[in-house]
Structure formats: structure tokens, C-alpha cells
């Protein structure tokens, strides 16, 4: 295994953890998570929806091959993450609570850039060119 690819299991295992933990409480309406919801002005069902897509996130990203899923997977997190952020922001919280989404973001972009190849649904500029 390359350091390249040890690097991208680390970064995405961190990433992947992560959404396990926010899904499940998602999920489960863990205390925190439910009173972050209420600030926000966000009804409680879209707990579950976000828990729901943040478990089926991380399992795209997990299993071998389908790299048009992790494609989308990568997006929805990012979609995710860009709105979480967004809404602390506009919903005048202080800078720490925006600041986790936006470190997950870099986790994120981190996990994308390092992928391999088998998880890329184009290998390289050449391929896009071929394609055209």
C-alpha cells in the first residue's frame, strides 16, 4: 500500500466516522443533535432524512467499485456540509459551530483528491479527452 493510499483510507475513515456518528444521532434524535436542529429552525423530520442519506453516504463511499455512486456520495456530503455551515452562519451562531462542517469539508475534498483509482469514475485528463 502506497502512502498515498494509507493517507486516503486515514483521511476517509476519519470522514466516513464522522457521518456514522452524525447519521446515528440523526437517527436516534440524540439530545444535542435535536436541540442544534431547533435552533436552526429545521423541523425534526429532516433528522431522520439527513441521518438516512449521511448512512447510505458513508456505505458508497466504503464498498468496492461503483465509482458513480461515490461521485454522488461526495457531492451530497459536500451539499451537506456546505448547508450546515451556511445555516450557522446565517442563523448568527458563533464561529465555533461553523467551523466543524467546515473542517469535515476539508476531510471531504481530502478524501476525494487522494482517491485511487479504482474508486475514480475518470482516471486523468487523458480519459476525459478520450471520452469526448
Not at 476519519?14 to 439530545?31: M, N, P, Q, S
Not at 423530520?45 to 456505505?59: D, E, N, P, Q, S
Not at 455551515?85 to 481530502?110: N, Y
Request: net charge positive; charged share 10%; glycine share 12%.
Amino acid at each position: 500500500m502506497s502512502g498515498r493510499e494509507l493517507a486516503y483510507w486515514i483521511v476517509t475513515g476519519v470522514f466516513c466516522l464522522a457521518f456514522v456518528a452524525g447519521g446515528t444521532g440523526h437517527l436516534l434524535r440524540a439530545d444535542p443533535m435535536r436541540e442544534g436542529m431547533q435552533t436552526l429552525g429545521y423541523p425534526l423530520y429532516v433528522m431522520t432524512i439527513l441521518g438516512v442519506a449521511k448512512l447510505l453516504g458513508v456505505v458508497a463511499l466504503l464498498v468496492p467499485g461503483r465509482p458513480l455512486l461515490k461521485e454522488w456520495a461526495y457531492a451530497g456530503f459536500t451539499f451537506n456540509l456546505i448547508g450546515a455551515t451556511a445555516s450557522h452562519v446565517f442563523a448568527g451562531d458563533p464561529l465555533s459551530e461553523a467551523l466543524p462542517p467546515v473542517f469535515l469539508l476539508c476531510l471531504g475534498a481530502a478524501s476525494y483528491v487522494l482517491r485511487p483509482g479504482s474508486r475514480r469514475l475518470v482516471s486523468g485528463l487523458g480519459s476525459i479527452a478520450h471520452q469526448a
